[in-house]
């Protein structure tokens, strides 16, 4: 078996929360048990610095790719009346809770205990950033749907119908929800680059940092 790599906990950084504690400590149960199977932990996380900025980074660049293509399209473009950007703003606000059940939704669908015992929400002060996480491990392509659905649902879909029937008030939601689900984009080029070739691989989210921890073997 590969020896296993450093999993930080985050306590250097910041004091743990009662939340943390707990998730900290099933993540060691988990752990333990996948060891003794002969799987070995990789640590695959960010900083909330760098998190914040890759996160803008993917999101703007994907949300950029939408907004060009309704110009280039030639779609009508009309000024957003000011009640419209409230309603837009609201709705925006009210899809932010709907990104973390979606993430939720997805990774708990088939799993023993279901979304109430596996999906816990929480908010990353330091960075006013809500947060949904899976206390339970699982596969690679649950994990990846699970990241990328919010962005799929309320950024993807939404931007393409906006470039289609050529509303504009729709394309700036898409939009946003795009850009919002910048640090899922992130998780998700780190799982890219993380190869599996010739490896079973396990999946669950670290208990206080932003990102996750990979179990792997070699396969069969």
């Not at 610095?49 to 293509?69: D, E, P, S, Y």
């Not at 504009?168 to 599996?196: E, F, Q, R, T, Y």
């Amino acid at each position: 078996m590969a020896e296993n790599k450093k999993i930080s906990d985050g306590s250097e950084e910041r004091k743990l929360s009662k939340a943390e504690k707990r998730r900290l400590e099933n993540f060691q149960r988990i752990a333990g048990e996948l060891e003794v199977q002969g799987y070995a932990a990789k640590e695959l996380t960010a900083s909330t610095l760098k998190a914040n900025t890759l996160g803008v980074l993917f999101g703007v660049l994907l949300a950029a790719v939408f907004v060009v293509l309704y110009f280039v399209l030639k779609r009508p473009v009309s000024e957003v009346p000011p009640k419209v950007r409230f309603v837009i703003a609201i709705v925006f606000v009210a899809e932010i809770v709907i990104h973390e059940l979606i993430h939720g939704i997805t990774w708990s669908c088939g799993l023993k205990g279901g979304f109430r015992e596996n999906i816990e929400f929480g908010i990353i002060w330091q960075a006013l950033t809500p947060y949904c996480t899976c206390k339970s491990v699982i596969g690679r392509g649950r994990y990846f749907l699970g990241s990328i659905m919010p962005c799929i649902i309320l950024g993807i879909l939404p931007s393409i119908l906006a470039i289609i029937i050529g509303n504009v008030p729709l394309l700036v939601l898409g939009a946003l929800n795009v850009m919002a689900a910048g640090g899922d984009l992130m998780v998700i080029l780190m799982i890219l680059k993380n190869s599996a070739k010739g490896k079973e691989q396990l999946f669950l989210d670290h208990p206080s940092k932003i990102g996750l921890i990979v179990f792997e073997r070699d396969g069969e």
